[in-house]
T-cell receptor, first 114, second 114 residues
Framework: AQSVTQPDIHITVSEGASLELRCNYSYGATPYLFWYVQSPGQGLQLLLKYFSGDTLVQGIKGFEAEFKRSQSSFNLRKPSVHWSDAAEYFCAVGAGGGSYIPTFGRGTSLIVHP | SQTIHQWPATLVQPVGSPLSLECTVEGTSNPNLYWYRQAAGRGLQLLFYSVGIGQISSEVPQNLSASRPQDRQFILSSKKLLLSDSGFYLC?????????????FGPGTRLLVL
């Protein structure tokens, strides 16, 4: 069975600082990996996704993530955080075919200090 | 392009009252559809998913039910709400061909049961 771990429940950074949110997955084959962002009271918005190929994936809003098979990780990064990035971030792993039910991590809450 | 709608955006209901939440998708046909719930401070819990009209799979036994009367409509219902049904309800649909599946989420419905 697949699983996703986001080890940090909360992360606090200063505006303008760099950001890295951690995500570790467990899956028997090549995973499909996703990062979503959720602002308060909103639905989840897809930031980026990885299926295959280049292990460094560029997303929207200046985010990127790197797939590291040897570490079973898919960490999300941003070089300079803006106050508007404060939100909940979810990592997910999926497998193709069938009914397609991805597994989500518990989320990491990002707090941005001015 | 595809869009997903949820109605209503916010709902306050007394314990024991019925519930009906609606999700509609535009711009696609025969999508996989999903209902998730987020309780306060917790991650995503998959409630139901549907691969077609009249086809519903339940992930968690509870007093909620789902129906799919039309190809692009997914309804979440309850005959008698419990306090524990309070939460944020998200509808999602699956996009992409096999091997490139991605979930996209609606704006959500905030339900408060008093």
């Amino acid at each position: 069975a697949q699983s996703v771990t986001q080890p940090d429940i909360h992360i606090t950074v200063s505006e303008g600082a760099s950001l890295e949110l951690r995500c570790n997955y467990s899956y028997g084959a090549t995973p499909y990996l996703f990062w979503y962002v959720q602002s308060p009271g909103q639905g989840l918005q897809l930031l980026l996704k990885y299926f295959s190929g280049d292990t460094l994936v560029q997303g929207i809003k200046g985010f990127e993530a790197e797939f590291k098979r040897s570490q079973s990780s898919f960490n999300l990064r941003k070089p300079s955080v803006h106050w508007s990035d404060a939100a909940e971030y979810f990592c997910a792993v999926g497998a193709g075919g069938g009914s397609y039910i991805p597994t989500f991590g518990r989320g990491t809450s990002l707090i941005v200090h001015p | 392009s595809q869009t997903i709608h949820q109605w209503p955006a916010t709902l306050v209901q007394p314990v024991g009252s019925p519930l009906s939440l609606e999700c509609t998708v535009e711009g696609t046909s025969n999508p996989n559809l999903y209902w998730y719930r987020q309780a306060a401070g917790r991650g995503l819990q998959l409630l139901f998913y549907s691969v077609g009209i009249g086809q519903i799979s339940s992930e968690v036994p509870q007093n909620l039910s789902a129906s799919r009367p039309q190809d692009r409509q997914f309804i979440l219902s309850s005959k008698k709400l419990l306090l524990s049904d309070s939460g944020f309800y998200l509808c999602a649909w699956r996009a992409g061909q096999a091997g490139r599946e991605t979930q996209y989420f609606g704006p959500g419905t905030r339900l408060l049961v008093l």
